[in-house]
């Protein structure tokens, strides 16, 4: 069974890079086609997908996003990160990863505010 933990700050505050880390045990993120997202949801709000990094490290986002948005990994740990630049408090939300297998990490909420 694959388990997912999400870590980073619970509080970034506006105009701040939001930063946040997934540490995967159990598959090794680099498994061939395997694919590891980031997906949140805001309060009183529905779930949004962010971006994916897949096998190969390539990756893809979320348009709505407007290009704020990083996935990177770090294969040596079998972790992948997710960075959001230029925050502000609509990026306020519970941030999940996950494996497109259905398999996802417990969230971590992330308040954007001064």
């Known amino acids: 069974q694959v388990r997912l933990q999400e870590s980073g700050p619970g509080l970034v505050t506006p105009s701040q890079t939001l930063s946040l880390t997934c540490t995967v045990a159990?598959?090794?993120?680099?498994?061939?086609?395997?694919?590891w997202m980031w997906i949140r949801q805001p309060p009183r709000k529905g779930l949004e997908w962010i971006g994916v990094i897949h096998d190969t490290g390539s990756t893809s986002y979320n348009p709505s996003l407007n290009g704020r948005t990083s996935i990177s990994r770090d294969t040596s740990k079998n972790q992948f990160t997710l960075q959001l630049i230029t925050v502000t408090p609509e990026d306020t939300a519970q941030y999940y990863c996950?494996?497109?297998?259905?398999?996802w990490g417990k969230g971590t909420l992330v308040t954007v505010s001064s």
């Open positions: 996950a494996r497109d297998n259905g398999d």
């Open positions: 159990g598959e090794s993120i680099s498994t061939p086609y395997s694919n």
